[in-house]
């Protein structure tokens, strides 16, 4: 009876390795789905936003990282490496993990380490899910429509009428010149034909004054319109004097506003952080760009031309992902004069004479004013340029509350105009309010000031907006 217990044995030997190979699977897709499941797509999304965003996309769209679309099936190896990957790369890679491995020869070359990120595992488990199930595919996968950018040449309207005026002047010219020689032919012709003298030899000078004075109205009209075309130009020229609407200077480099702006949404703040608490917005330092730039090798639109000459001021290896320190490029291998060291001379676009005071943060900050309202969308710009007044008006349904102006911007009308328009709120009551009540009772204060103050509206211009010294040092 040996052999059935044998049998026996087997089957239970068979029915327990079994049991216990199936519960190990169980075991692992349970831990699988620990990470990659069960995550909360919205907190993902901010996290991702907020820490992933600037190198990888959701999709499989390279950005200065592998796009992580399909990260779930591709992921090659535990979930606590996933982890580790995320919060410390390097040290994931010392482990000697073969995925990790394959990551670290796969990319590490072209785009150079990915950062170390400050999050936990619960972080990353609801990013995981938020990755999966990223909202609106479509709508990130073609946002170039979504955000346009205006091409900034601007100018050349005047030119080309000038040139067809001039045109014309010439033709008009040599046909006038033409007919008084055929004319001048034909009587010569029928003066030779009837015999009479011929007309005595005359330059084209005389011929024409000849021919002026036979036709004074013509000419006369001719002239008038010449003197009233003259006066047109030149008072057209006086009043464009200091107004530079539409004015965008060449800049160093191509810097595009949609693409950062509009594109991956960057707060304007972000770059012009001084708009908030000093009377400058400011131009970023070359610092700033690097945040991002230093992943961020290539662009879509120019490739890596523009974006090297970031490297070049501040100098830094893009090969190896590392500054190169000031002098002599020790050793580096790049070639000398990719790196010169200076920083980017960005050109003014906005530039108030010097006798005018002007505060961002008083307009900003105080006055809650936005700042469409005066350099118009520049989230469709390519780089900075004066927003004609027009075309600010035309983005009141984009930008509600903006208000509408009609001098052009930048010049002195424009303020006064806006001082006039923009009241002020009131909402938080305190020093505006009390200074309202006190004007309004007051008997001996200024008549004009308490009719203005009667609507309870308070303009700019009744806080003394309209003061010169207000504006003027
Ligand atoms: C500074 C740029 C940068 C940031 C920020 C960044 N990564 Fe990465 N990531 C990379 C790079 C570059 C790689 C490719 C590996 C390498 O070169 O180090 C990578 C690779 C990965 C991989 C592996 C991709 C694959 O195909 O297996 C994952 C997963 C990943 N990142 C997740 C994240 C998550 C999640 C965040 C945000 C919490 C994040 N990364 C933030 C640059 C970045
Ligand atoms: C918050 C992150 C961030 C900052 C700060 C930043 N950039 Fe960018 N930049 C990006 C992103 C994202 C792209 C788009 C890359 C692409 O085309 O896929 C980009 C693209 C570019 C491009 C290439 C445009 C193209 O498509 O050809 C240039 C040039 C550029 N940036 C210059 C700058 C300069 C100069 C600064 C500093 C004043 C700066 N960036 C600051 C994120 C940033
Ligand atoms: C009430 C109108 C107004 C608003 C609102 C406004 N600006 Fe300006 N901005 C100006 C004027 C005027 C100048 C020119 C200042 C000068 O030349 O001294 C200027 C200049 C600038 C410059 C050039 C650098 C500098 O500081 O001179 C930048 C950048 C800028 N603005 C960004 C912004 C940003 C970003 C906002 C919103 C946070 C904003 N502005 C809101 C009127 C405005
Ligand atoms: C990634 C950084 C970045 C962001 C984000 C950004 N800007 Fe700029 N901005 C720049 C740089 C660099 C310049 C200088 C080059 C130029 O004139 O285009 C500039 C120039 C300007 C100028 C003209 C400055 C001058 O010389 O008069 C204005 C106005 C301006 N930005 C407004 C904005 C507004 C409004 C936003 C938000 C919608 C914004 N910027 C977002 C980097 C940025
Ligand atoms: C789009 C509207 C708008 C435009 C354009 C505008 N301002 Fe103002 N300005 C305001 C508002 C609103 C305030 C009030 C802020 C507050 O509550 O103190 C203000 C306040 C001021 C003040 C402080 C006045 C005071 O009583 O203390 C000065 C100075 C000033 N602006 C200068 C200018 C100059 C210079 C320009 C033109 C280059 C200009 N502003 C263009 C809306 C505007
Ligand atoms: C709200 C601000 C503001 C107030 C108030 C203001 N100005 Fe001006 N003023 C300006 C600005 C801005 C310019 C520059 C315009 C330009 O560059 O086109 C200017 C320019 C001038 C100029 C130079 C001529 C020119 O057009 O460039 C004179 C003169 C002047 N202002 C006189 C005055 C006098 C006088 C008052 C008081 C009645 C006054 N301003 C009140 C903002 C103001």
Redesign the pocket.
Known sequence: MQKPTNRRKRMMRFIALASFALLTLKFSTVSAQSIWEGGSIENGQSLFNANCASCHKVTDEVLAAPGLAGIAERWGSSDEMLVKWIQNPQKAAESGDPYVKSLVDRYVANYGWMTAQAVSSDDVKDIMAYVANPPNVEVTANNNDACPTIDNAVEAEEEPNMLWFLMLLVMFTIIALSASGVKRSLSDLIAEKSGEELLPDSSYLDRFKSWAWNNLVFVSLIGLFFVAFGATKGYQALMEIGVYEGYSPEQPIKFIHSVHACENEVDCNYCHSSANDSKHAGIPSTNVCMNCHKAIKKGKINGEEEIAKIYAAIGFDPATSTYIDGEGNNGHSLPQDSYNGEPIKWNKVHN?PDH????HQ??VV????QCQ??HGDVATYSVGRIAPVEEINGLVDKFPGL?E?SKPT?T?G??IE??N??E??MADGGYYMEMHDRLKDNDRGNEELRRFLEDDKIT?KE???WECS??HY
């Open positions: 108030l005018v005071y002007f505060s008083q307009h105080v006055g809650g004013i309202n005066c208000i102006l930048l002195m424009w303020c806006c001082h328009k923009a002020i709120d700019v806080m003394g907006g207000k504006c």
